[in-house]
Structure formats: C-alpha cells, structure tokens
C-alpha cells in the first residue's frame, strides 16, 4: 500500500485535465468509488493520487440537445433509472440500470461513467448503449473529442481515468414505435450476467433488429449486421435459428468464471439472445 497517497479535488474541467497531465503516473481519477474503494481494500491499487472529479459540474446533469439526451458522466444508477428524460427518451437504459445488483449503495453512488470506464464484462450498461448507438465526449490535456463507444471499447489508445476523463454520454432518443427488451441471465437474484442481450426491433413487417449480446466474451458482441446477413441468406430458417447461427458464429472465445463455463456462455449466448428478440417483438405486435 502506498502511505503517502495524495488527493486532489479540482473545481472545474480545465483544472482537471491540467492536473492530470502535471500529475502523471500514478494519478487515478475517482468518481463515486464503488468500483475502486473495493480493489483497494484488497490492496489490489495503489495510486499515488486520487483524483477525485465529483465536484465537476461539466461531468453533471441530463439534458436534450440537437445530438441526443446528453448525460454526464456523473450521473448515477438511480438517476439513470428514475430521471424523466431518460424515462421518456430512452427507457431501456433506464430499464438496464435497474438490472445492477449492489443495492443502494452502489446505485445512489456508482456513476455511468465509472461503469463504463471499468469496462468490467458482465456489467449491465455498455450493451444498451451500444444497442442504442451511444457516443462518448471525452476531455484529454489538448483536446474534447466525440467518439462512438464502439471504438473506444475496441481501441487502446485512450487512457480513460489516467490521463482523459470521460466527460458525457451521448444517446440518440429511442422512436416511440420502436421496441425493446434486456435479458440478464443470472445465478441469483442481484448477482452479475451470466449472459445478457439487448435488443432493439424497429418493425415487425420489416423485421430490423438491432442485438448486442454481453457477459460472454470480454466485449459485448454486436450482433446487428451478422444477423441481418444471417436473415438474408437463410430467409427460409425460423428467427430462432438465424440468431442461434449468428450468435454461435459469433462468440468463439468465451469468458470462464463461477457464473459460467464457456462452454455454457457459449449456449447461453444464443438462448439470452432469442429471449431478448423475441420478447421486443412480442412488445411491437402488443402495440
Ligand atoms: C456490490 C456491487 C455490485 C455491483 N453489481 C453490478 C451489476 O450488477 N451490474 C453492473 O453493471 N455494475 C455493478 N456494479 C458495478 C458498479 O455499477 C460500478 O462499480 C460503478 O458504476 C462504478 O462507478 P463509480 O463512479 O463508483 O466508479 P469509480 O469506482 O469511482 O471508478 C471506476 C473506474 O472508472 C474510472 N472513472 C470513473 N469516472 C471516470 C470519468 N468520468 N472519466 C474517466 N475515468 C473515470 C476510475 O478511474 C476507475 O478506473 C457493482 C458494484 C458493486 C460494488
């Protein structure tokens, strides 16, 4: 354990990034700690600063703008799931959060932010953000740049939470005639996914589904485009079918832990995914 670990509380954005870049190795920024107070009880990390952003009024607030609803990177699970515009705008998001295990601890104290930066695999938001075609705004020494999640998931270079913060999420609103359904697969009630799936399915006559599968593989699998092939090239197959092949084309080097083997993950894949398709569906042709 590092005794002589320091802290630093910065009061604005500029301030933030300015410390983090003069600060250097060691500096870790700290939101509402329900990831890293636990690795660091363990003894686990050992940052020589903390940096602590919860003061930062730019990471703050949910609004609607010309982009889409923008959510700071501090705004917590219990808001995510009770806050009016996400309610309105984009209730399988606030569906997901509702999903977190922890209890009230971690859902009036963990941030969307901090359960994106840790980019733990069996973690319930990343799915539906990707589903739901999210972007990412993220502040570094230089620059504020926009990016999609995808490729922040997928690219090495940025240094989320060392040397950039992520500072806003931004989602396009849900269509009201769209429809959608999570699926978490799990041991126990609360418990982390064993395997989950989103799906999002704009119409019923001219089926477009869009299905991201997560808890399988280390990052959540889009399953859009290779289930679109899938329904193109075998337009005779069942729906189940076609998700089954594209979902088990898809996952080849699933995760192993207590809640499952890959083997298991693997199967279980395309069952959470079926589930989740078909219960969208059954929601449109309710409407
Ligand atoms: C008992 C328990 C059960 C849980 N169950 C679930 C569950 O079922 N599903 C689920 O999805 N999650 C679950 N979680 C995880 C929880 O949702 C996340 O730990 C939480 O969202 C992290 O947010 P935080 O603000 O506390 O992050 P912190 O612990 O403060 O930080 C987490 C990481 O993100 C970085 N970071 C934080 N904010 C920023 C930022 N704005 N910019 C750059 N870097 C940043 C930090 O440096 C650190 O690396 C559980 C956690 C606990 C303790």
Not at 139 to 155: D, F, H, M, V, Y
Request: hydrophobic share 45%; net charge negative; with cysteine.
């Amino acid at each position: 354990m590092n005794l002589r670990m320091q802290y630093a509380r910065p009061r604005n954005l500029e301030q933030a990034t300015a410390l983090m870049d003069a600060l250097g190795t060691g500096t870790m920024v700290i939101a509402g700690g329900q990831e890293l107070m636990p690795h660091l009880n363990y003894g686990r990390i050992s940052p020589s600063v903390f940096l602590d952003v919860s003061g930062l009024s730019e990471l703050q607030g949910v609004e609607e703008t010309a982009e889409g609803v923008s959510i700071g990177a501090l705004t917590v699970h219990r808001q995510i799931q009770t806050d009016p515009i996400i309610s309105k705008s984009l209730p399988l998001l606030a569906y997901a959060a509702k999903q977190i295990g922890g209890g009230r601890q971690v859902h009036n104290q963990g941030t969307i932010g901090g359960n994106i930066v840790a980019m733990h695999p069996l973690y319930d938001i990343i799915p539906s953000l990707l589903a739901l075609g999210a972007q990412v705004q993220i502040a570094g020494p230089e620059a504020i740049e926009i990016i999609p999640l995808s490729k922040l998931l997928t690219e090495a270079s940025y240094q989320l939470g060392a040397k950039e913060l992520l500072t806003r999420i931004i989602v396009p609103p849900m269509d009201s005639a769209q429809s959608w359904a999570y699926k978490k697969l799990k041991i126990t009630t609360g418990s982390y996914s064993s395997a989950n799936a989103v799906a999002i399915v704009d119409s019923a006559e001219d089926l477009n589904v869009r299905l991201v599968v997560g808890a399988v593989t280390e990052l959540p699998i889009d399953l859009t485009e290779s289930l679109a092939a899938e329904m193109k090239n075998s337009p005779n197959s069942e729906l189940d079918v076609q998700i089954e092949t594209a979902c088990n084309a898809a996952v080849t080097d699933p995760i192993s832990d207590q809640r499952g083997h890959g083997e298991y993950r693997k199967a279980m894949a395309g069952v959470v995914a079926k589930r989740a398709v078909n219960a969208a569906i059954e929601k449109l042709e309710a409407k």
